[in-house]
């Protein structure tokens, strides 16, 4: 299958696209590199640089190069930074997106798999969450995948349009040469090794009176391989499927204080933490189920251990201390 991966240029993108090429898929990478990375993409691997808002390159890709399938990534992730500035939020991940659907109908290509996010839920009304749950937003950046996900909705509806929405949480951990770089950095696995690093002071943890086992926040996290591995699952069951919607978690969360715990064990260091007051909205537990694409798709994650995910984050960081800005030598799969 020919599949184009917007956004394969960043963090989980690159590595979706490692697993595609392992998989013998034919790949080519559209990324505005605004976010990603060129160091990110494979040699053999087709880069074009371009906007997912940009219409007419669209058009020229999905037109001539016998495109399959899309995979899409390109999008802002920074939940904080949506509520001040929303209206960026929605016109890169709801309007381009929508540029871009256009764009595969125009010239039939109707596989879609879409990486969405478990913000569409805002405040959990159980835990762990499910697919049926409410869809409530808490802030500007899930909105805007909300509406995306209504879109798809409706062009599947209307045009037969074939899709896959993965709802996930907190990527993490890295996978060989591909790992997490993001300026400004606001992932907690990243910051806590920075301190380990020397890069940065302290870790601070917003909030020590949750009702948790510990007093702090609870997240669910995922290796970025295992989301890959969904996401590649996904597109081969579009070929029987027309709809697909899951979530990805670990099926249980880890606190603030146990993610510090494991890093300070992995590094070797310290890791001095500062506790601070709550940040507001920020939900006492997020933990999504993934039971569903276990049970449909027979997807199961390989390194759901906290130790694992910390130990493959740390490799990459110790190597890439600056992240891709100071790579080097490009790689091949």
């Known amino acids: 299958m020919r599949v184009l991966v917007t956004g394969g240029a960043g963090y989980i993108g690159s590595v979706v696209v490692a697993e595609l090429l392992r998989a013998r898929h034919e790949v080519i990478v559209y990324d505005n590199l605004s976010h990603g990375y060129r160091e990110a993409v494979p040699n053999d691997v087709e880069l074009i640089t371009g906007d997912v808002a940009d219409r007419e390159k669209l058009d020229g890709i999905l037109s001539s190069r016998g495109i399959d399938a899309v995979m899409h990534f390109a999008a802002l992730i920074e939940a904080g930074e949506s509520m001040q500035v929303p209206e960026r939020y929605f016109r890169n991940n709801t309007a381009a997106t929508l540029t871009l659907l256009e764009s595969m109908l125009a010239n039939d290509v109707k596989r879609f798999v879409f990486s969405s996010t478990a913000a569409?839920?805002?405040?959990?009304?159980?835990?762990?969450?499910?697919?049926?749950?409410?869809?409530?937003?808490?802030?500007?950046?899930?909105?805007?995948?909300?509406?995306?996900?209504?879109?798809?909705?409706?062009?599947?509806?209307?045009?037969?349009?074939?899709?896959?929405?993965?709802?996930?949480?907190?990527?993490?951990?890295?996978?060989?040469?591909?790992?997490?770089?993001?300026?400004?950095?606001?992932?907690?696995?990243?910051?806590?090794?920075?301190?380990?690093?020397?890069?940065?002071?302290?870790?601070?943890?917003?909030?020590?009176?949750?009702?948790?086992?510990?007093?702090?926040?609870?997240?669910?996290?995922?290796?970025?391989?295992?989301?890959?591995?969904?996401?590649?699952?996904?597109?081969?069951?579009?070929?029987?499927?027309?709809?697909?919607?899951?979530?990805?978690?670990?099926?249980?969360?880890?606190?603030?204080?146990?993610?510090?715990?494991?890093?300070?064990?992995?590094?070797?260091?310290?890791?001095?933490?500062?506790?601070?007051?709550?940040?507001?909205?920020?939900?006492?537990?997020?933990?999504?189920?993934?039971?569903?694409?276990?049970?449909?798709?027979?997807w199961k994650p390989r390194f759901a251990d906290l130790e694992t995910i910390v130990a493959s984050a740390w490799e990459w960081h110790k190597k890439h201390k600056e992240g891709y800005a100071r790579a080097v030598e490009q790689w091949s799969v």
Request: with cysteine.
């Open 120 to 298: 569409l839920y805002g405040e959990p009304e159980n835990i762990p969450i499910r697919e049926t749950d409410t869809l409530k937003p808490t802030n500007a950046y899930g909105e805007s995948k909300l509406l995306v996900e209504r879109m798809l909705e409706w062009f599947h509806r209307i045009h037969g349009f074939r899709y896959a929405s993965l709802r996930y949480f907190n990527a993490s951990g890295a996978a060989g040469e591909l790992g997490e770089s993001h300026v400004p950095e606001s992932h907690l696995i990243p910051l806590i090794l920075q301190v380990a690093l020397g890069k940065r002071k302290e870790i601070s943890i917003y909030g020590t009176d949750y009702p948790t086992k510990d007093g702090t926040c609870i997240r669910d996290y995922i290796h970025v391989v295992d989301l890959a591995d969904a996401h590649l699952l996904a597109l081969e069951a579009l070929a029987r499927d027309s709809q697909l919607i899951f979530n990805l978690g670990n099926g249980r969360g880890f606190s603030v204080r146990e993610v510090i715990e494991v890093a300070r064990r992995v590094t070797g260091h310290a890791i001095p933490a500062v506790e601070t007051p709550r940040r507001p909205g920020d939900p006492a537990v997020l933990v999504a189920s993934s039971e569903k694409i276990q049970r449909e798709l027979g």
